[in-house]
């Protein structure tokens, strides 16, 4: 890890650096959520256990469970057939947070590769309609492969740079979510490539992007509607400086608190650098790599005022 990163997480409040770099050492944990779009999630649930594999539910997760040994789901034949997703514990919660319900008229705004997508849509039990976006065609085939082996008709996918979807249409949908590209500071232990290459150049570059896809989304959502912005990064550059910018642009936006019981986070920061930023920050998730031993995030919920 270079200096300048350790010396930036140094700065961020709350930060224990001993126990961020104790969770980059360890793996991330295997888990996964049953499709109950194609079987009860209990005839999935003991397809696994004949199969001799343990696992225990994800607390703020309908559907989500963590295997409690070091197993590679990714071969199982159910995993194969979309009766199961692989997915990150905590990258669960942001959907959670969004809590789709079925009828509705949702955005993905940052689609690809799907995990989120398809979380959403089952929530929704197949009704509505769910408009899955990215901007890259090679991502949107590995988009498209999920939806299918998933067995999902709700969603519609376009490819598209998502800071244009304003130019089509506004004020349309019931809920938005932008997991937006980041820095990814979060999952470090998925690649220690991100550590050794990290700079602030590429913070400020990427908050440009993730402030102009918040904005973006946020004129698409309905009166009353609910956004949630995520991330899997620690940086507040990417995190509650965008979302506080929102606040200072838009007399319409408030923040909400978010209740995800099991879930250990830490309230939003509100002031760095000399700067202070809208009180309500607070009510945002900070979720460390080390409170749940597994991957680090960051979750806004944004509901537009009637």
């Known amino acids: 890890m270079s200096d300048d990163l350790k010396n930036y997480l140094d700065m961020i409040p709350d930060l224990d650096l001993e126990l961020l770099l ?67 514990p905590v990258s669960m919660a942001p959907v959670e947070a969004l809590d789709p319900k079925p009828g509705e008229i949702i955005l993905d705004m940052c689609a690809a590769p799907g995990s989120k997508t398809t979380q959403i849509a089952q929530l929704m039990s197949g009704e509505g309609v769910v408009v899955a976006n990215d901007i890259s065609y090679e991502r949107v085939k590995a988009l498209s492969s999920n939806i299918q082996k998933f067995g999902i008709l709700n969603i519609v996918i376009t490819v598209m740079d998502g800071r244009r979807f304003p130019r089509y249409i506004k004020e349309y949908f019931d809920r938005v979510l932008i997991d937006a590209p980041c820095s990814s500071l979060g999952i470090i232990s998925k690649d220690w490539g ?31 509607g609910t956004l949630i912005y995520s991330t899997c990064t620690l940086t507040v550059e990417e995190n509650e400086m965008i979302v506080n910018k929102l606040l200072e642009e838009r007399d319409d936006a408030a923040i909400k608190p978010i209740t995800l019981p099991g879930l250990k986070h830490r309230p939003g920061v509100t002031e760095w650098r000399n700067m202070k930023f809208d009180p309500s920050l607070r009510y945002t998730m900070r979720i460390m790599p080390y409170d749940n031993w597994a991957e680090g995030f960051y979750i806004a919920r944004i509901v537009k005022e009637a």
Not at 24 to 37: D, G, H, K
Not at 71 to 82: K, N, Y
Not at 203 to 210: A, D, N, P, T
């Open 22 to 88: 104790e969770a980059y050492e360890r793996p991330l944990p295997e888990a996964f959520r049953v499709n109950t779009l194609k079987l009860p999630e209990e005839e999935t649930l003991q397809r696994l256990r004949d199969k001799g594999i343990k696992f225990r539910p994800v607390p703020w997760a309908r559907h989500g469970y963590q295997a409690e040994e070091d197993i590679d789901l990714g071969t199982t034949l159910e995993h194969m057939l979309g009766l199961i997703y692989l997915q990150g």
């Open 194 to 224: 991100v550590a050794k290459s990290w700079s602030y150049n590429v913070v400020e570059r990427l908050s440009k992007l993730q402030l102009q896809l918040l904005k973006a989304g946020f004129e698409t959502l309905k009166p009353g």
